[in-house]
């Protein structure tokens, strides 16, 4: 047997034996004893050794996967896929630095990001490869393949994978883009961007934070050490898509490509249905739809002037006895035939729908002696089974959909009705 061949039966053998139960040395001589000296056959010795070895003998057949069927936890898997990026990057292990490879491997099936903490010579980027024993874990949200010791790359001919340079890597427009959709291209405007110095587990890292738009809508995003400028319309290729307190956002890092393109951009922000968000929350979104519920707790309320938490008396749970700060909000649901989302409405927009200022609701209530009861009724009134027009960020949690509501505009039945709005909105 070729020295070559018998390494790769070592391979086989070490992914299906527990880490630690034997070294390489032991295998390899064990192997070669059931192999040589007892005329044994390739398949029952490696068998034998991995009992010997408390491993389990199903990891043996390395088993051929597309892309597209990895899961967390696949072992002693082969791959046939090209990859499509190399880099490399230094990082500090235990006060050691060393460097290690990161990338995209794709097939026709869809595209893995891979980690590796050493790559034979012979892999290039661009390159097709049959690659043996590797495992699948779950990282940050996403699967990942990764590459150890015991992987081998075997050279493949280019056709060996069909390039899908479309299909590879998923070309999205904003309003698309759902956690763990995999790697996309998006093009789009950066409306505003930030940079900031933040430190991680391997150092000091510089990151811009920013919003990008195109014409379905905006979604935040981060850049991990590319600077991104204001105004500028950019191609990322190779961005995945994460989360960030219920909203979408596109993470971009030295993964991926980000060009400056001459393309032409316009930022806009079509009505979003409700089930969409449903799925997926936004940034500084616009829906329309009826307000079918006013909750308890809208309207006239107090609260600690301390901790900002909403009081039915004078007394605060963690600040005790307080004077508390009266304010006004609204908490409705709103309908789109769609889907629904719960609305939270702050004092500024509240005192827009009621005409009225929080003083003057303040004074209005003395008159009524304490009580605050108009204030729900006018909103109801005002809201209640009427069309209109919702602003702000959209939250898809496991409470369900909440819009932060920015913006809140009656969608005209009359002509009547909304100037007597824009009046409002001029007092
Ligand atoms: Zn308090």
Not at 207 to 228: I, M, N, P, R
Request: aromatic fraction near 6%; charge should be negative; include cysteine.
């Amino acid at each position: 047997m070729k020295r070559d061949e018998l390494e790769m039966h070592v391979n086989d053998v070490m992914n299906a034996i527990p880490e630690g139960s034997a070294s390489r040395e032991e295998v390899r001589s064990l192997l070669t004893r059931y192999l040589n000296d007892l005329k044994v056959s390739v398949y029952e010795a490696k068998r034998t050794v991995v009992r010997k070895y408390g491993g389990d003998v199903h990891l043996l057949s390395s088993r051929i996967k597309k892309i597209g069927d990895l899961r967390a936890g696949d072992r002693g898997v082969t791959v046939i896929a090209r990859v499509v990026t190399v880099n490399p990057k230094e990082i500090t292990v235990e006060g050691v630095k060393r460097r290690v490879f990161y990338g995209f491997l794709t097939d026709e099936t869809g595209t893995v990001p891979y980690f590796a903490w050493q790559l034979p010579g012979n892999v290039k980027k661009g390159g097709v490869y049959k690659i043996r024993n590797v495992q699948v874990r779950e990282w940050q949200d996403k699967l990942e393949v990764r590459i150890s010791e015991n992987t081998e790359f075997i050279e493949m001919p280019q056709d060996a994978v069909p390039m899908t340079r479309k299909r590879d890597i998923l070309v999205a427009k904003v309003a698309d883009l759902r956690p763990r959709m995999g790697a996309v291209e998006v093009t789009g405007k950066v409306l505003s961007v930030e940079r900031s110095i933040v430190e991680t587990s391997d150092g000091m890292k510089e990151v811009w934070h920013g919003v990008l738009g195109d014409e379905t809508g905006k979604v935040q995003f981060s850049s991990w050490g590319v600077a991104v400028e204001e105004g500028a319309v950019i191609r990322v290729r190779g961005a995945y898509v994460g989360t960030f307190r219920g909203m979408p956002t596109l993470v971009m890092d030295a993964r991926c490509e980000i060009e400056e393109t001459e393309e032409d951009v316009e930022v806009r922000d079509p009505v979003v249905s409700l089930s969409h968000l449903e799925k997926r929350g936004g940034y500084d979104v616009r829906a329309e739809g009826v307000f079918i519920d006013i909750k308890a707790g809208s309207g006239f309320i107090k609260r600690c002037p301390q901790c900002g938490r909403v009081l039915a008396t004078t007394s605060c749970p963690v600040h005790g006895h307080v004077s508390p700060k009266p304010d006004l909000r609204i908490k409705a649901v709103l309908d789109d035939g769609t889907g629904s989302a719960h609305c939270i409405v702050n004092r500024e927009i509240t005192e827009r729908v009621l005409g009225k200022t929080l003083e003057e609701v303040v004074e209005e209530g003395k008159e009524m002696l304490g009580d605050y009861s108009f204030v729900y009724e006018a909103i109801s009134e005002r809201l209640l089974g009427r069309p209109w027009e919702v602003r702000g960020n959209a939250i898809a949690d496991e409470f369900g959909l909440t819009i932060l509501v920015r913006d809140l505009k009656p969608i005209a039945v009359n002509v009547e009705e909304e100037a007597e709005f824009l009046l409002e909105e001029l007092r």
